[in-house]
């Protein structure tokens, strides 16, 4: 492997000097993410501002078989931008152009360092909307790379759902495009899907043309509080049997409802809560709105209150999105667990009361949360990196669940990635078709030098 200096020199071929940063706070930003994952530093970061830059970063990497890694802001929850062995991180932050808003066919095409917010502020101006909301504020690059989906899912679908198009350089500097334009296509293989997920195991994103949607005319929230949480979960599944084109369901549960009184100021019943938001016209509505109340009154549902103002929408919804930091704030001295599961639906209501189960025999802050309409709950877990026992405790409870769903036919991540904490569970999850990912792994990059230890794990001679 090359030197830092020869590689400094060659990347200093094809980057300004103030693109590339051997800085040891630099590189300590880009060794983590905000997992509990440990870290580990690069031994360069470089900062591209173009497609050319970029493939001109692969060709050194390819030609001195030095590991690369992309990094958008590093909001992952396991592992995924961690470089395990080191190497160059590829920081897309100069990378935040929305290049084409076309609004005649519901389509943007950005670069990978656009974050969400930034590109909804600018699709309004157009009467649009870009949909996938995972709570944190992540670069589009980022959340394709996850295939991350979040509060509207339900709706809306994930980010696979509403990908068009990607440019992306290959391990070996090439540019391809993974699509087009049209809203379907029989022709060749589904290349969208294949990297849409893959986490920067099979190339960088230079460019995403993704589907958007028309702002809606009307927009209604709602918190509805249960004894139990087993009977907000079925009162979840008694609303999409219905066929009520709901566009977010959330659950919290009493621990984590605790948290968003402490963390937001606000005075919330401290009881299992799903928080739901219905988009459409005011009269239609009106009429799913006064379905909805009759089915969770059916589920025992103690309290319901609405919000159509956008201010007290934009409150609840903060508070849901915060809930994460308001665990983390409230807990000095400790780190955040998340687990990430999704199941059937019809084995959601089991799969949370499991988990209950399990946190109760622990003696450490937890809470349940999750995007309940489409299968998928979080376990939000404190503990103490420098206790032993506590950190086993964790991994135990994070085995639980994870075994629970897949027995159920469920994932072991819903949204979150596999990165390095979900890749153990990948021959149980896979089985066969996981010598076939391998495969198109070590086809498309063969020396390994694609974020190498994350998703699969593949051998190599260099290896």
Same mark, same amino acid.
């Given at each position: 492997?090359?030197?830092?200096?020869?590689?400094?020199?060659?990347?200093?071929?094809?980057?300004?000097?103030?693109?590339?940063?051997?800085?040891?706070?630099?590189?300590?930003?880009?060794?983590?993410?905000?997992?509990?994952?440990?870290?580990?530093?690069?031994?360069?970061?470089?900062?591209?501002?173009?497609?050319?830059?970029?493939?001109?970063?692969?060709?050194?990497?390819?030609?001195?078989?030095?590991?690369?890694?992309?990094?958008?802001?590093?909001?992952? &929850?396991?592992?995924?931008?961690?470089?395990?062995?080191?190497?160059?991180?590829?920081?897309?932050?100069?990378?935040?152009?929305?290049?084409?808003?076309?609004?005649?066919?519901?389509?943007?095409?950005?670069?990978?360092?656009?974050?969400?917010?930034?590109?909804?502020?600018?699709?309004?101006?157009?009467?649009?909307?870009?949909?996938?909301?995972?709570?944190?504020?992540?670069?589009?690059?980022?959340?394709?790379?996850?295939?991350?989906?979040?509060?509207?899912?339900?709706?809306?679908?994930?980010?696979?759902?509403?990908?068009?198009?990607?440019?992306?350089?290959?391990?070996?500097?090439?540019?391809?495009?993974?699509?087009? &334009?049209?809203?379907?296509?029989?022709?060749?293989?589904?290349?969208?899907?294949?990297?849409?997920?893959?986490?920067?195991?099979?190339?960088?994103?230079?460019?995403?043309?993704?589907?958007?949607?028309?702002?809606?005319?009307?927009?209604?929230?709602?918190?509805?509080?249960?004894?139990?949480?087993?009977?907000?979960?079925?009162?979840?599944?008694?609303?999409?049997?219905?066929?009520?084109?709901?566009?977010?369901?959330?659950?919290?549960?009493?621990?984590?409802?605790?948290?968003?009184?402490?963390?937001?100021?606000?005075?919330?019943?401290?009881?299992?809560?799903?928080?739901?938001?219905?988009?459409?016209?005011?009269?239609?509505?009106?009429?799913?709105?006064?379905?909805?109340?009759?089915?969770?009154?059916?589920?025992?549902?103690?309290?319901?209150?609405?919000?159509?103002?956008?201010?007290?929408?934009?409150?609840?919804?903060?508070?849901?999105?915060? &809930?994460?930091?308001?665990?983390?704030?409230?807990?000095?001295?400790?780190? &955040?667990?998340?687990?990430?599961?999704?199941?059937?639906?019809?084995?959601?209501?089991?799969?949370?009361?499991?988990?209950?189960?399990?946190?109760?025999?622990?003696?450490?802050?937890?809470?349940?949360?999750?995007?309940?309409?489409?299968?998928?709950?979080?376990?939000?877990?404190?503990?103490?990196?420098?206790?032993?026992?506590?950190?086993?405790?964790?991994?135990?409870?994070?085995?639980?669940?994870?075994?629970?769903?897949?027995?159920?036919?469920?994932?072991?991540?819903?949204?979150?990635?596999?990165?390095?904490?979900?890749?153990?569970?990948?021959?149980?999850?896979?089985?066969?078709?996981?010598?076939?990912?391998?495969?198109?792994?070590?086809?498309?990059?063969?020396?390994?030098?694609?974020?190498?230890?994350?998703?699969?794990?593949?051998?190599?001679?260099?290896?």
């Amino acid at each position: 492997m090359a030197t830092t200096e020869e590689l400094i020199k060659a990347l200093a071929d094809v980057l300004a000097a103030d693109q590339i940063s051997e800085n040891e706070t630099v590189r300590e930003l880009h060794g983590k993410d905000e997992s509990y994952h440990a870290m580990k530093l690069p031994d360069i970061v470089v900062f591209p501002k173009n497609t050319e830059e970029v493939s001109a970063v692969m060709k050194v990497s390819d030609r001195f078989d030095v590991p690369v890694v992309p990094f958008g802001l590093g909001s992952s &929850l396991e592992g995924h931008v961690i470089p395990a062995k080191g190497g160059i991180t590829i920081d897309f932050s100069l990378m935040d152009r929305v290049l084409d808003v076309r609004a005649e066919d519901f389509l943007v095409t950005v670069q990978p360092g656009v974050t969400r917010t930034k590109l909804n502020k600018e699709l309004k101006k157009h009467g649009l909307f870009f949909s996938v909301d995972p709570g944190a504020d992540a670069t589009l690059g980022g959340m394709v790379a996850t295939n991350a989906s979040g509060t509207t899912s339900v709706k809306y679908g994930v980010m696979r759902d509403q990908v068009r198009d990607l440019e992306v350089v290959l391990a070996d500097g090439t540019v391809i495009h993974t699509g087009n &334009l049209a809203a379907k296509s029989a022709s060749g293989l589904h290349l969208n899907g294949l990297f849409v997920g893959s986490e920067g195991i099979l190339g960088c994103f230079t460019e995403i043309t993704l589907r958007v949607y028309g702002i809606p005319e009307f927009m209604m929230a709602a918190r509805a509080s249960f004894p139990t949480v087993h009977d907000a979960v079925e009162a979840v599944v008694s609303i999409l049997q219905a066929g009520i084109p709901i566009a977010r369901v959330e659950l919290v549960d009493e621990m984590s409802m605790r948290q968003v009184n402490a963390y937001a100021d606000t005075d919330y019943a401290e009881r299992p809560t799903l928080f739901l938001e219905f988009h459409g016209n005011e009269a239609g509505l009106a009429q799913d709105v006064e379905f909805m109340k009759d089915i969770v009154a059916d589920h025992s549902c103690e309290d319901i209150a609405f919000e159509s103002d956008t201010a007290a929408r934009n409150q609840l919804w903060d508070a849901r999105h915060n &809930l994460a930091y308001s665990y983390i704030t409230s807990n000095p001295g400790k780190k &955040l667990m998340v687990t990430d599961v999704c199941l059937p639906i019809s084995e959601l209501a089991g799969a949370v009361d499991h988990a209950r189960d399990v946190i109760s025999t622990l003696d450490m802050p937890a809470g349940i949360v999750g995007h309940v309409g489409d299968g998928n709950f979080h376990v939000l877990l404190m503990m103490d990196m420098n206790d032993p026992d506590e950190i086993a405790k964790a991994d135990e409870l994070n085995e639980k669940i994870v075994h629970y769903a897949l027995e159920r036919g469920g994932t072991c991540t819903g949204e979150h990635g596999v990165g390095t904490g979900k890749q153990k569970y990948q021959q149980q999850e896979h089985g066969e078709s996981l010598l076939v990912m391998q495969k198109i792994k070590q086809a498309l990059d063969p020396k390994n030098l694609l974020n190498p230890g994350k998703v699969i794990s593949v051998e190599t001679e260099a290896d």
